[in-house]
Nanobody, 127 residues
Framework: QVQLVESGGGLVQAGGSLRLSCTAS????????MGWFRQAPGKERAFVAA????????YYADSVKGRFAISRDNAKNTLYLQMNSLKPEDTAVYYC????????????????????WGQGTQVTVSR
C-alpha cells in the first residue's frame, strides 16, 4: 500500500508562486509514473502534469504549460510541482497520484491510469 502525502498549498495572490510536494511511502523510482491532478469547486478532476520514472518524460495540460514544472527527487521519494504566474482559475484542490504498475499503454491525463492517490492540498489564488 503506497501512501502519498501532499503539502505546500495555501493562499497566494495572482502572479505569485507556490511549490507543492508529494512525499511517497515507497521509493519513487519504483513508480512507473507520478502525476498531479486538480479539482476546482463544482468541476471534475483534471490532469495537470505527470512524469515517468524511467525516462523522466514530462507531460502538461495546455492550461499550465510554461507556468508549471513537475519534477522529482528520488533520494527523498518526493514529487514536486512548481507553480508560477498563478491565476485565479488555478484555484483547486491538488492531488498527487502514483502509478505502480507497468503496461503497454499509459495515458498520463487519465485518472484511471494511476492506482494510488493522496488526500489533496488546497491552492487558492486571489485576484
Amino acid at each position: 500500500q503506497v501512501q502519498l502525502v501532499e503539502s505546500g498549498g495555501g493562499l497566494v495572490q495572482a502572479g505569485g508562486s507556490l511549490r507543492l510536494s508529494c512525499t511517497a511511502s515507497e521509493r519513487t523510482l519504483s513508480m512507473n509514473a507520478m502525476g498531479w491532478f486538480r479539482q476546482a469547486p463544482g468541476k471534475e478532476r483534471a490532469f495537470v502534469a505527470a512524469i515517468t520514472s524511467t525516462s523522466g518524460t514530462t507531460y502538461y495540460a495546455d492550461s499550465v504549460k510554461g507556468r508549471f514544472a513537475i519534477s522529482r527527487d528520488n533520494a527523498k521519494n518526493t514529487l514536486y510541482l512548481q507553480m508560477n504566474s498563478l491565476k485565479p482559475e488555478d484555484t483547486a484542490v491538488y492531488y498527487c497520484a502514483a502509478r505502480t504498475y507497468d503496461s503497454p499503454s499509459y495515458y498520463p491525463h487519465r485518472g484511471n491510469n494511476y492506482d494510488y492517490w493522496g488526500q489533496g492540498t488546497q491552492v487558492t489564488v486571489s485576484r
